[in-house]
Structure formats: C-alpha cells, structure tokens
C-alpha cells in the first residue's frame, strides 16, 4: 500500500486567494481526519469523517475552512480565502478504527501539505 | 507584536544511552494511547499503542508505561541511535470517540 498521499506537497498562495488540498486515504480505512501543525499550538484536529460523512467538525477554524469527501478515496480541505495564519503544515490521517480492535491501529499519516499565505 | 510559540521539551542523550520521554495526558476517560515520532518534514508515524487495561508494553527496543492514577505515559528507548532524534508526541483516545488528542511533543537529539 502506497500509504495515505496528499497533494501538493507544498503551496504558496496570495493572501484572499482559495486553497484546496487534497486527500488519498489508504484503502479500506473508515476514518479520515485532517490536523493542522503549528509552532504556536501544535498538532489540532480540524475534522473527521467515518464512512465519508463528517463527524466532529468543532476543530475547524471558521467558515472560511470547510472539508469533503465525497468517496471512501478522496477527501479536499478547502479554504477560501486564504489568510496568512493558515499558513501551516497540514496533515491527513487514515484509521480503520480503533475504538473496536485490538492493538497497533493507530492513524498513519500523510506527508503533509506545508501551506504559506503571503 | 511578539508571538509565543511552543516551547518543545528536550532531551538530548548520547547514543547508547537508554531514553525517556513523559507525556501527562488530560482526560481521565481515555482508555487508548499512542505514541507518535515525527523527523523534520515527515507526517507522525506510528510507533507503539498501550490500552488502558494494560500498565506497560514492549516493543523493538521501545517500552510504554502508562499510569492511570497519575494519568501519565511514558516511552523508554533502549541504545538510542542517532536515527531516534526527532519529536515524539504521546496521543490520547478519549473513550468513545474515534479521534486521538496529541500532546506538545518532545524533541529527542541524539549525540554521538
């Protein structure tokens, strides 16, 4: 398995511009979340989805962040429009589950998307 | 003005030399744990998982304790390697739910 695969690895966009990363998930894998990695508060979680429907969106930053997925391989992070403190690393997530097994069915992660707004 | 940003615990040791790494964690109902390393410019990666009916577990060279009266973690590393330097985040499941809440982190660095 290729792991969970994100797009792109970096962006660079004006501030007011909209942003849309992008989400492949390992195959199989019920969850898909997606954090945000800052200095100033580390790794927070923005959203999750079980079978493709949102689950707890509390994590997200206002209105102008918003995540879909609209098949079980595919899920986007948009945010428009930008403005300089997005600027992070994001991160995707994948799980099968964990809450019904056993052991060693933590997240695997993504290489993340490192996002700048100028 | 100024920001403040995190302030990364560290722990340098030399190599071969056993690491430990502590984690408090907040919620008392979390009943599943892991710990996580991060390198510079990679996502987390999964490195060991403890249940809240369990006090330790071991790994290849790694071993979790976990004290629930204290609410506490830990991550022993035996004959750290310089390949062990980077950021370990304990992460906590609270019971019931399907997400994990990650801690600040501590930055590990290795000496030869």
């Known amino acids: 398995d290729a792991g969970v695969i994100q797009s792109p690895r970096h962006e660079v966009t004006e501030m007011g511009q909209e942003v849309t990363l992008r989400c492949k998930p390992i195959s199989g894998h019920d969850y898909l979340f997606w954090y945000r990695q800052t200095m100033m508060r580390g790794l927070e979680l923005l959203i999750y989805f079980n079978n493709n429907v949102p689950i707890d969106d509390s994590g997200m930053p206002e209105d102008r962040f918003s995540a879909k997925m609209p098949n079980a391989s595919f899920s986007t992070l948009k945010i428009q429009p930008s403005e300089p403190r997005d600027s992070a690393v994001y991160f995707c997530?994948?799980?099968?589950?964990?809450?019904?097994?056993?052991?060693?069915?933590?997240?695997?992660f993504g290489s993340g998307t490192r996002l700048t707004v100028v | 003005g100024e920001s403040v940003g995190l302030h990364l615990p560290t722990l340098s040791v030399q190599e071969g030399d056993n690491s430990i790494i502590n984690c408090a964690y907040s919620?008392?109902?979390?009943?599943?744990f892991i710990w996580y390393k991060q390198e510079s410019g990679k996502g987390p990666q999964f490195i060991i998982d403890?249940?809240?009916?369990?006090d330790k577990r071991q790994g290849q060279r790694v071993t979790v304790l976990l004290n629930k009266t204290v609410k506490h973690l830990s991550l022993q590393i035996a004959a750290t390697q310089p390949g062990d330097s980077a950021v370990y985040f304990c992460?906590?499941?609270?019971?019931?739910?399907?997400?994990?809440?990650f801690g600040t982190g501590t930055r590990l660095q290795v000496f030869p």
């Open positions: 992460a906590e499941n609270p019971y019931n739910t399907d997400k994990l809440i």
């Open positions: 997530a994948s799980s099968p589950g964990f809450r019904d097994h056993g052991l060693n069915y933590g997240y695997t």
């Open positions: 919620n008392s109902a979390s009943d599943y």
């Open positions: 403890i249940r809240s009916n369990m």
